[in-house]
């Protein structure tokens, strides 16, 4: 069964920055997809950030251009780098993995991020 473990969120002002940090407990992080998504209160989950085993990577639409999905297969973590924050990219962010093989998804705890303005 797979684990995945959130770090590095927290309160941060507008126009500041973060890294979240996912560890998974994956032998072989390379044949997975992760992804980051993100639930505002009263808002869906949604997909922010997605890294494909075959080295694309997606962003909404929000986000493009100010975050960054990368992943250290060797370590077992990828990471979400968030600069230019808002308010409204305040949320729990969650760390997903996808084994597109076999549809076998996962999801860590979540990580509250707080943009104030």
């Known amino acids: 069964q797979v684990q995945l473990v959130e770090s590095g969120g927290g309160l941060v002002q507008a126009g500041g920055s973060l890294r979240l940090s996912c560890t998974a407990s994956?032998?072989?992080?390379?044949?997975?997809?992760m992804s980051w998504y993100r639930q505002a209160p009263g808002n869906q989950r949604e997909l922010v950030a997605l890294s494909t085993s075959d080295g694309r990577t997606t962003y909404a639409d929000s986000v493009n251009g100010r975050f960054t999905i990368s992943r250290d297969n060797a370590k077992k973590t990828v990471y979400l780098q968030m600069n230019s924050l808002k308010p409204e990219d305040t949320a729990v962010y969650y760390c997903?993995?996808?084994?597109?093989?076999?549809?076998?998804?996962?999801w860590g705890q979540g990580i509250q991020v707080t943009v104030s303005s």
């Open positions: 997903q993995s996808l084994r597109p093989t076999l549809r076998i998804v996962a």
């Open positions: 994956i032998n072989f992080m390379s044949i997975y997809d």
